[in-house]
């Protein structure tokens, strides 16, 4: 299948839905955006370890004295994995033979050299990387453009009326399978009684540059519109809006104040995607009472909740890929003009970003 256009006509507007459809099943990522890939406290100074980000393999360490380093993961000398060495300081030494890298992946000391032989020209690529919001942060694209490309922003995560619940996702799906999983809530039917609300309506979808965004209108029943304070009855129905955003590469959702739902997506491989979400839920209770609380509600939330929500969608995206998988070109009829804005995204960002690739590469 061609995806990039060999002229100067975007390839969406060429592509019918029904090719979109196909082809956003195979399309690669779009890396001049910041990518999550690990939650900061996964890496304590002094560690190390291993992560990918659409096949590429990264090493990344966090020095004893706080450095933060993302380099290839293969030693330049013998190509070993990085990730399985130690740090000295502020190096990633390789297991292997000791040799040091620092954080700009440049070869500083080989233990067994004597002092007076010059270190060869050894450099492993260096990744841009920062640490915001309790995530490590990664620029796989050109590190030209990494500080003009923002991180998503969210405005609730320094804000203590908000409580925050960290839920990692991991599923064997093309990241566009697990992204329109995210875009869609019409799939109420899977989380039965888990999911609170009922009767969603699309109300208004718009193509906002890198942004689609859609308003979905939902019903809350008396009980639960009253436990999340919508009401003081008990019985009746209430109307909210949630608005979903996906701002490639990420997503967020919000019900009016009283949730946030931020989705870092990490495409690990073609058919495999990480997910690294924080939901914010408004509590009425003041910081003083639920900073204790802390402690016992978070995992008690994350294991009787988002967890077993998570499994449900899990086993969905998964058959839909072994689906995709076993017939490529087999045809879905998807009827959510939300799910069909995404999928055009999704590929007019691998389109755009081929595009940069064929002007690097023309002589000019
Ligand atoms: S393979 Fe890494 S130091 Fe030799
Ligand atoms: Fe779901």
Redesign the pocket.
């Known amino acids: 299948m061609v995806l990039a256009s060999n002229n100067n006509r975007p390839l969406t507007a060429q592509l019918r839905v029904q090719d979109v459809q196909i082809a956003v099943r195979e399309v690669g990522i779009n890396p001049n955006h910041w990518y999550a890939v690990a939650w900061s406290d996964s890496l304590p100074p002094g560690t190390v370890k291993g992560v990918e980000i659409w096949r590429e393999k990264i090493a990344l360490y966090r020095g004893t004295d706080g450095t933060l380093g993302a380099i290839a993961d293969a030693c330049p000398h013998k190509n070993v994995e990085l990730s399985r060495g130690k740090v000295m300081g502020s190096h990633l030494a390789c297991r292997y033979h000791g040799w040091e890298f620092d954080a700009t992946g440049q070869c500083q000391r080989i233990p067994y050299l004597p002092p007076e032989q010059k270190l060869p020209c050894a450099q492993a690529r260096s990744y841009p990387i920062q640490e915001r919001y309790g995530l490590l942060w990664i620029f796989p694209g050109d590190p030209a453009l990494a500080e003009q490309m923002p991180l998503p922003e969210m405005p609730e995560y320094d804000d203590p009326g908000w409580f925050a619940v960290p839920v990692n996702g991991h599923f064997q799906a093309h990241f566009s399978i697990c992204n329109e ?2 875009m ?1 809530v019409f ?2 039917f ?2 039965e009684d888990m ?1 609170g609300w009922f009767d969603p309506q699309l109300t208004d979808l718009r193509d906002e540059g890198g942004a689609i965004a859609a308003d979905y209108r939902v019903s809350y029943g008396g009980p639960i519109a009253k436990l999340l304070g919508f009401t003081d009855r008990a019985s009746g129905v209430t109307t909210k809006t949630i608005t979903v955003q996906y701002r490639y590469p990420h997503y967020h959702s919000s019900l009016e104040g009283v949730s946030s739902l931020y989705l870092m997506r990490l495409p690990v491989g073609p058919t495999e995607s990480r997910s690294f979400a924080i939901f914010f839920l408004k509590l009425a209770l003041p910081p003083w009472v639920t900073v204790p609380l802390r402690r016992w509600l978070l995992p008690l939330l994350q294991r009787q909740f988002f967890e077993r ?2 499994v ?2 899990q086993e ?1 995206m998964e058959s839909e890929q072994r689906a995709y998988l076993a017939n490529a070109q087999r045809r879905y009829v998807e009827i959510n003009p939300a799910i069909i804005a995404v999928q055009r995204l999704m590929v007019r960002q691998y389109q755009q970003y081929q595009a940069t690739l064929g002007e690097k590469a023309s002589p000019h």
């Open positions: 999983n995210a869609d799939h109420g899977l989380h999911q929500f998570l449900q969608d969905m």
